[in-house]
Nanobody, 125 residues
Framework: QVQLVESGGGSVRPGGSLTLSCAAS????????MGWFRQAQGKEREGVAY????????AYADSVKGRFTISQGNAKHTANLQMNNLTAEDTAMYYC??????????????????WGQGTQVTVST
């Protein structure tokens, strides 16, 4: 059974940085797509970034390009999200999702992925 555990959320001032981590268990190989989504209060969930662990291909939402970086962690089946130059608009609950196989856009993670419980990121003065 696949399970995901997120960590690293918290409160930070505008312009600050945070790193989120997602550790997945239950996968038996590296052909896994892992991604981060977020949902702000009163808004729809949106994709933030994803990475294909076998090959390292990545993709980002336009709103975070140049500020966020997704990478594989040192441990197997982990995905880290380095977030820099945070703004109030980045305040949201951040969720990790993972699915076996290539990413091929946000759809597979959304429809077929296993999801974590989420970690809150708050950017304020």
């Amino acid at each position: 059974q696949v399970q995901l555990v997120e960590s690293g959320g918290g409160s930070v001032r505008p312009g600050g940085s945070l790193t989120l981590s997602c550790a997945a268990s239950g996968f038996t190989h590296r052909r896994v797509c892992m991604g981060w989504f977020r949902q702000a209060q009163g808004k729809e969930r949106e994709g933030v970034a994803y990475i294909y662990l076998s090959g390292g291909g990545t993709a980002y939402a336009d709103s975070v390009k140049g500020r966020f970086t997704i990478s594989q962690g040192n441990a197997k089946h982990t995905a880290n999200l380095q977030m820099n130059n945070l703004t109030a608009e980045d305040t949201a609950m951040y969720y990790c999702a993972a699915v076996v196989g290539a990413c091929m856009g946000w759809g597979r993670l959304t429809s077929d992925g296993t999801w974590g419980q989420g970690t809150q990121v708050t950017v304020s003065t």
